[in-house]
């Protein structure tokens, strides 16, 4: 069914703004600029004055824009909402957040660009099954960093060494001809909002198809769902990376990299791995007392039987994925349950995995980051990317091992700062084959089809019952 466009959910950060003088005023004021000037040539004893007046009204004129929610989607099963949407006017009050409606779940999310790292989300939220307002459940979410080393080490590249503001512009003819928007970044200009000249953003609502489906004799029922997708093009010069965020109906968000544009001039036939680096601070339901586990599936002699166990991670640590074992992170609420009296979380889980990447053990080679599949630290005050120093790797291109490896302290995991820390390392291999060569050539110089990495973020006891509204049985 197609959500009704006055539904709204989430609103607490900001709201519709006043009516205020807008491009309308700005237009005037810049005519009575560009008359003083014209005055400056006629008399030019008047310049004070007349220019004087003119910058008075046109900064009168510039005042922030009235702003109000718009709904920039509103497809069957989905709708998207973006907040204090830009209206003509050349300021807002607020940055840029999004609300997702799904029939039987909610999300509002905020997008930035900060510095070297391309599109991250930031005070991310949920609502389904029984909560009636929504659960804070991430603080910040992007990459760290994509590691590039090819076979032979003829070559190794950090792609996110290059500079601040690698994204790509997101034109129309990128997106679906429906159930899609494009949506333009803000940069904070001191206490407000302009926002970017070109999109930068693409948000997609795709039929996703089957959430859950039973059939016994004569009574069939089914669930079709549909995702939210948020999308950015990251530029690495040869490659471009897609940084993509997939919002689910059930809950849950899907973290992805995929590497597209052509090979390395000079090596085109030489493989190499994609390794995006993701960190996510979680803080579960807004409160510090969160707790990290690693579940594991482990066999007997035989393999005949298995025990599942959920192990608890005291400390600051490194975690290694371990297919046999089913193995993944889980990051908790210590004190939060629900009704059956399970602690709330959400459990990390590896995403299309092909592989994983294991490099150079020499510490000179500042590659010592790699060993692991995945780190746990805490939120500690200015290890957000954002301090001085190492610490600011956000803004100023640091190797992992300058900043990763001296987060691990060995403190006990939630006792300290604001929030639980995972670091994922996710990896892809390209073995360049005829399918990258232009039509004609065999240089392998053509454009590559995308090669995706990255992982799951899945609810665990997150909810008291199936979220997309399932029955309790069907048929007999």
């Not at 790509?168 to 001809?177: E, H, K, N, R, W």
């Not at 001191?190 to 004569?218: F, I, M, N, Q």
Request: hydrophobic share 35%.
């Amino acid at each position: 069914m197609r959500i009704p466009a006055t539904v709204s959910f989430f609103r607490t950060e900001s709201s519709a703004l006043p009516s205020t003088l807008s491009l309308t005023s700005a237009g005037m004021a810049l005519t009575a600029l560009f008359w003083a000037i014209r005055q400056f040539w006629m008399r030019r004893s008047r310049l004070v004055t007349a220019i004087g007046l003119a910058l008075m009204a046109f900064f009168v004129g510039v005042s922030p824009a009235r702003a109000a929610d718009r709904v920039i989607i509103n497809g069957d099963g989905c709708q998207v909402t973006e907040e204090d949407a830009f209206d003509g006017g050349i300021y807002l009050l607020n940055n840029l957040y999004l609300r997702i409606d799904f029939p039987d779940s909610h999300w509002r999310f905020g997008l930035r660009n900060d510095g070297m790292k391309g599109l991250s989300l930031v005070d991310v939220g949920v609502q389904a099954a029984q909560f009636s307002t929504k659960q804070y459940i991430i603080k910040h979410a992007g990459l760290a960093d994509m590691f590039v080393p090819y076979d032979d080490r003829s070559a190794t590249f950090y792609d996110m060494s290059f500079g601040n503001n690698r994204m790509d512009q997101i034109d129309a003819a990128d997106l679906p001809s429906q159930n899609a928007a494009l949506v333009f970044l803000r940069t904070q200009v001191g206490t407000h909002y302009v926002r970017d000249s070109v999109p930068k953003v693409a948000v997609e609502c795709r039929e996703a198809g089957l959430g859950w489906l039973c059939k016994e004799p004569s009574h069939h029922v089914r669930r079709r769902i549909h995702d939210v997708v948020v999308w950015a093009v990251y530029d690495a010069f040869n490659y471009d990376y897609v940084i993509q965020y997939t919002f689910h109906e059930d809950g849950g968000i899907s973290f992805r990299a995929g590497a597209t544009g052509y090979n390395l001039p000079g090596g085109t036939s030489k493989p190499h791995v994609h390794n995006p680096f993701w960190r996510v601070s979680t803080k579960l339901f807004n409160r510090t007392d969160n707790q990290a586990l690693e579940f594991v599936h482990v066999e007997d002699s035989q393999g005949y039987t298995a025990t599942d166990s959920e192990l608890p991670i005291p400390t600051e640590t490194s975690v290694d994925w371990n297919p046999l074992q089913f193995s993944s992170v889980m990051i908790q609420s210590a004190t939060q349950t629900n009704d059956y009296g399970h602690l709330m979380g959400y459990e990390f889980l590896p995403g299309d995995r092909t592989g994983t990447g294991r490099f150079s053990q020499r510490s000179q080679d500042q590659e010592m980051w790699t060993q692991h599949d995945e780190y746990l630290t805490n939120d500690n005050p200015g290890e957000d990317g954002s301090g001085s120093g190492f610490n600011n790797w956000r803004y100023t291109w640091y190797s992992p091992d300058n900043y990763l490896l001296n987060y691990l302290n060995g403190q006990p995991i939630g006792g300290t700062g604001d929030g639980i820390v995972l670091w994922y390392i996710s990896s892809v291999h390209h073995e360049p084959t005829d399918a990258d060569n232009q039509i004609g050539s065999g240089g392998r110089t053509g454009i590559t089809l995308i090669h995706w990495a990255g992982f799951d973020m899945e609810p665990h006891n997150m909810f008291d019952y199936n979220p997309l509204g399932g029955p309790p049985k069907c048929g007999n």
